[in-house]
Structure formats: structure tokens, C-alpha cells
T-cell receptor
Framework: EPEVTQTPSHQVTQMGQEVILRCVPI?????FYWYRQILGQKVEFLVS????????KSEIFDDQFSVERPDGSNFTLKIRSTKLEDSAMYFC???????????FGQGTRLTVV | AQSVTQLDSHVSVSEGTPVLLRCNYS??????LFWYVQHPNKGLQLLLK??????LVKGINGFEAEFKKSETSFHLTKPSAHMSDAAEYFC????????????FGTGTRLQVFP
């Protein structure tokens, strides 16, 4: 069964460092998303991406964040200068657009120290 | 604006007994509603979805949910719990078009005792 894969599963980084979280969506999917879940809180929408551009972003997704689909298969989330409060589980999701079923990856746990 | 409220953060049941996980929603639009499940160290998996067709929705693993507009509820049920059902369950709402972002509830952790 096709699945969304995320790497790494866990990343520890120092405050102020840049991190890139990677996702490989399902191959025939056209819409891509990042969500995050801070420990003990609800899953929150960050950004949606379609046709090589951002279609919607939340208030959380400020200038420190960026997304890219560099090669037609990977979908990345970059945080330029990490803060302690960026520590969270980050989920990538994709869907075809003809169905509303979003497929999620297993998540990347980001710990900023 | 849209939101969901999951009324219980934890639910404990014995194996073989019914499961009820409660969810109320608020939406300015005709909503789509979903239940997702997350097992430890796994991604979020879709259990079932309501998208304005039948109000009683059947999902995977014997789960079902009923959309009740008058009560703004979308409770998840299963007649008989199995040990493998132990997981975190999320009620989710979006606007009615397929590609809209998902708005998650806070989650309900289901424990199943032997």
C-alpha cells in the first residue's frame, strides 16, 4: 500500500540552527500539507501546497518557515532559525484532490535545545 | 470558523464492550467530518469520513459514526472493543471541498483492558 514517508523520525537541534524536515508524498498526489503537534496540544495546520506554490498558510507559518518541492518527489519544510517553541511532532500529508482522504506520514519529532 | 470539541480526553473500556468517543463540531459551512486514529509510533490513519451523503458512516475495523446536524455531533462508536483498538483518536472537521485544511480536536486516548 502506498504511504507517505518522513525523514528523519527524530531530530535534535540547537536553538538558532536551521532544520529541514523531509517528506515523500504518495506519487500521484497533488496536494501537500504540513501539520504540527506540540506535546500535549492539538494537531495544528501549518501550510498547504499545490502546483508549486503555497495555497494557504496559518499564522504559525511565519517568515522562519518555508516549503519546497525541489524535485517532484520530495516535499520539505525548512525552519531557518529554530526556537525552543518549535519543538513538536511535524506531520506531512498528501491527497489526490479528487478524494478528501489525506494520507499522513509517521511524523518527525523535532526537539530544539 | 470551524472547530471540534472532543468531550473526553481519556476513555477506558474492557475488551468486548462498546466504545463511544464523543465529538461536537462547530462550522459556518456545511462541514466534512473525519475520525483519524494514531497508534503509537505510527502516522495518522483515516477511520471514516462524512461528506454530506449518508449520515451514518461506516469505517474500517468495525467503527462507525453518525452525523447529527441538530446536535452538531459526530460521535464514534464500535459495538465491541478489541485490544488492538487502543490508540489516540482525533475528530477532524474541514470545509466541504476536498482539499481544505483539516482542523483537529484535542484527541481521545482509548485504553482497552483485558
Amino acid at each position: 500500500e502506498p504511504e507517505v514517508t518522513q525523514t528523519p523520525s527524530h531530530q535534535v537541534t540547537q536553538m538558532g540552527q536551521e532544520v529541514i524536515l523531509r517528506c515523500v508524498p504518495i506519487s500521484n498526489h497533488l496536494y501537500f500539507y504540513w501539520y504540527r503537534q506540540i506535546l500535549g496540544q492539538k494537531v495544528e495546520f501549518l501550510v498547504s501546497f499545490y502546483n508549486n506554490e503555497i495555497s494557504e498558510k496559518s499564522e504559525i507559518f511565519d517568515d522562519q518557515f518555508s516549503v519546497e518541492r525541489p524535485d517532484g518527489s520530495n516535499f520539505t519544510l525548512k525552519i531557518r532559525s529554530t526556537k525552543l517553541e518549535d519543538s513538536a511532532m511535524y506531520f506531512c500529508a498528501s491527497l489526490t484532490g479528487t478524494s478528501s482522504e489525506a494520507f499522513f506520514g509517521q511524523g518527525t519529532r523535532l526537539t530544539v535545545v | 470558523a470551524q472547530s471540534v470539541t472532543q468531550l473526553d480526553s481519556h476513555v477506558s473500556v474492557s475488551e468486548g464492550t462498546p466504545v463511544l468517543l464523543r465529538c461536537n463540531y462547530s462550522s459556518s459551512y456545511s462541514p466534512s467530518l473525519f475520525w483519524y486514529v494514531q497508534h503509537p509510533n505510527k502516522g495518522l490513519q483515516l477511520l471514516l469520513k462524512y461528506t454530506s451523503a449518508a449520515t451514518l458512516v461506516k469505517g474500517i475495523n468495525g467503527f462507525e459514526a453518525e452525523f447529527k446536524k441538530s446536535e452538531t455531533s459526530f460521535h464514534l462508536t464500535k459495538p465491541s472493543a478489541h485490544m488492538s483498538d487502543a490508540a489516540e483518536y482525533f475528530c477532524v472537521v474541514s470545509r466541504s471541498y476536498n482539499t481544505d485544511k483539516l482542523i483537529f480536536g484535542t484527541g481521545t486516548r482509548l485504553q482497552v483492558f483485558p
